[in-house]
């Protein structure tokens, strides 16, 4: 599509670079060639930025900017027809309509009913405005109202009323023409969350063994999904800012991954949304790169995991943890492990003060390896570790939720003042439970920019990345949370953001960064509600 949107960028630049001041005198004639005579300054101006808008549609495939241009020429066909334009340049606008119908195709991001209804009620508003201001304090009869109509088209008509009524009306239909464009233009609204059904539906495909360790994130209740064509696999994602961003690999049967991932791409061409996956695993990246054509990856980080039946205390490596496990057990620490959906309402209400002692009152933030609902029990499959202190109180307690044949940390919670180790104790639990249960993989937290935080030789950038990374560890806890996880000697998952061009980083880091410090559904009380917890050193 590069050629047409050049192409009318072109135009765009040729209808407004005369208005500039002290333009050679070629530059107008130019301009005459793409809008048959001089315009006035103030006109080319606005209608060489709503070119330039048009051009970018262009090259983003919005059917607007093609009504768009299909709507000029024609205009210019009937001009030359009605005599007020040179006949030279019927040929010219004939082969731009026809170039532009073959192409009509190649389009497919067609306005979104919303933003239609959008665009018609802010051009009635203007017009409503307009006449209403021009009547009330632009001196206008109502003899002339339709003098309004052509001052908000700055067509210089002699008008009734105000001296100053033209330059407002002309600078109002300006400012209306362009808000009109781009809300034209704009990618359709974000999608409504998936319903209870389709969260049926997901729930039954992430328990599927194939589904990755992420897979159960895909239960958020902010996610909305599209499935394979079988319904076999399906993908979560949430769209903001025009970003819409995957959680993952698609959960369900691995055979029906690359349909997922095509029908999701697929979704974002006609919706005109920025597709993104964060936490894609390396198996995967060939799939999204060849269902879109050609799409970036960047590692940022590896999902930390333990297989249980290869997971011992035993050796000189795994001190610290036993010393860990060991300290709990001399204060006196016991535990629990319980379905989410057992817990007594009274153990419940108490966790959940634990949940929110633990976090300060902050509010629960993240989107990639946090779920909702806090033990409300709707989660499926969610799992917790309860650590009671030696009065019987709860003092911590984990959440884990299935993940094909595996469990996956969601929440680490810990009293303040709790006994250090009682995380590691919950998590060495959890791990005997999973050998015990047939779970072949326990993922923990995520440790973000492992390589360069496990490396000894650093180039003079990851030098400074890494000094970064050690100074804001106070607030983000990237390098003490790593720490934390290498005790365990785990195994890593590389994790991965796609995107589709480096055009779009700016986009995509404010989508990333608002999904993960979003607040999240918060967990509810009988009355009050708490919010949900995510993973955290406590």
């Not at 001196?139 to 330059?167: E, F, K, N, Y």
């Not at 326990?442 to 920019?449: C, P, W």
Request: glycine fraction near 10%; charged fraction near 20%.
């Amino acid at each position: 599509m590069w050629p047409l949107a050049a192409a009318t960028l072109c135009a765009a630049v040729l209808v407004a670079a005369p208005a500039l001041p002290q333009s050679p005198p070629w530059l107008g004639r130019l301009s005459g060639i793409v809008t048959g005579g001089p315009l006035a300054p103030a006109h080319a101006l606005v209608l060489g930025l709503a070119l330039a808008l048009v051009a970018r549609g262009v090259l983003l495939r919005r059917r607007a900017a093609w009504y768009g241009l299909v709507v000029l020429a024609v205009l210019g066909v009937l001009a030359v027809l009605t005599g007020d334009d040179a006949a030279w340049r019927l040929p010219l606008l004939a082969a731009a309509l026809g170039g532009l119908w073959l192409e009509r195709d190649r389009f497919a991001v067609r306005p979104h009913p919303d933003r239609v209804r959008a665009a018609v009620r802010t051009g009635a508003l203007l017009v409503v405005a307009a006449v209403a201001g021009s009547l009330a304090f632009g001196g206008v009869s109502v003899r002339s109202v339709g003098q309004v109509a052509a001052g908000l088209g700055a067509t210089g008509a002699p008008m009734d009323g105000a001296p100053w009524l033209p330059g407002v009306l002309g600078l109002a239909g300006a400012a209306g023409l362009l808000v009109l464009v781009v809300t034209l233009l704009s990618p359709d609204p974000p999608p409504p969350p998936g319903d209870e059904r389709e969260r049926a539906r997901v729930a039954g495909l992430v328990a599927h063994p194939g589904s990755d360790t992420l897979a159960p994130f895909a239960l958020r209740r902010d996610k909305a999904y599209v499935f394979s064509a079988d319904g076999r696999a399906v993908v979560g994602y949430r769209v903001l800012f025009g970003v819409a961003v995957a959680g993952g690999d698609p959960a369900g049967d691995p055979a029906a991954h690359a349909d997922a991932v095509r029908s999701f791409l697929a979704l974002c061409r006609t919706a005109g949304w920025r597709p993104a996956v964060l936490g894609a695993s390396d198996g995967l990246l060939p799939v999204w790169g060849s269902a879109w054509g050609r799409l970036r990856s960047i590692g940022f980080g590896d999902e930390v995991l333990i297989r249980p039946r290869e997971f011992t205390l035993s050796g000189r490596q795994m001190r610290n943890v036993r010393q860990a496990v060991k300290r709990t057990v001399n204060a006196g620490v016991t535990s629990e492990i319980v379905a989410e959906r057992d817990l007594a309402p009274d153990l419940r209400d108490r966790l959940l003060d634990v949940a929110s002692r633990s976090l300060g009152g902050a509010a629960e933030r993240g989107f990639a390896m946090n779920l909702d609902e806090l033990l409300t029990g709707h989660h499926p499959g969610a799992i917790i570790a309860i650590a009671f202190g030696a009065d019987g109180a709860p003092i911590a307690f984990q959440r884990y939720v299935t993940a094909g044949e595996g469990l996956s940390l969601d929440a680490m919670r810990r009293s303040p003042g709790g006994p250090n180790g009682v995380n590691e104790r919950l998590i060495v639990e959890m791990i005997e439970y999973a050998s015990g249960h047939g779970h072949g993989v326990v993922s923990l937290n995520f440790a973000a920019f492992r390589e360069l935080l496990d490396t000894e030789e650093r180039t003079v950038l990851e030098k400074a990345g890494y000094r970064a990374l050690h100074l804001l560890d106070p607030w983000i806890a990237v390098e003490s949370l790593y720490l934390f996880d290498k005790k365990f000697r785990p195994s890593y998952k590389p994790r991965n953001v796609v995107f589709r061009s480096w055009s779009d980083i700016a986009w995509l880091a404010a989508a990333l960064l608002a999904l993960e410090f979003a607040r999240t559904r918060p967990a509810r009380r009988a009355e009050d509600p708490v919010t949900e917890p995510a993973h955290h050193l406590g």
